[in-house]
């Protein structure tokens, strides 16, 4: 199964703009951690979960939990469309993390939303 933490992603405060991006390791999260696992935390800690993973593999996939678990109040998961480009590309990070810092200003509007999508 294809789990959020193998796939490099990140969490950033949700009510917090400008904050600094958060890692597994920062958290003390660990890396075996199933994608229900990680929402779920995420949720708990009012951080928005940053990743590339789109995948419904099984019960504990991240889309079968936002389909499962997300309600009216939930932060959404920021979805990054390419994490190569992300992690290769210094001109499209630049624009993904700009437009991310935009939907931070007026997250309340995103509540409940499961996903918001970067091209």
Known sequence: MDHVS???ALAIPGHHPGSSLLNFRDLGWDH????????????????????????????DS????????NQSDSLPVYTIS???W????????RRVADRHLDDLYKIKQYLGAGRLYVP
Do not use: H
Request: charged residues 25%.
């Open 62 to 69: 991240l889309e079968a939990t936002l389909r499962r678990q």
């Open 6 to 8: 193998s796939q490099a």
């Open 86 to 93: 992300f992690l290769l590309d210094d001109d499209y990070a």
């Open 82 to 84: 390419n994490a190569k």
């Open 32 to 59: 075996t951690f199933t994608d229900d696992q990680v929402w779920t935390r995420c949720q708990a800690a009012g951080l928005i979960l940053i990743t590339a993973n789109r995948n419904m593999d099984g019960p």
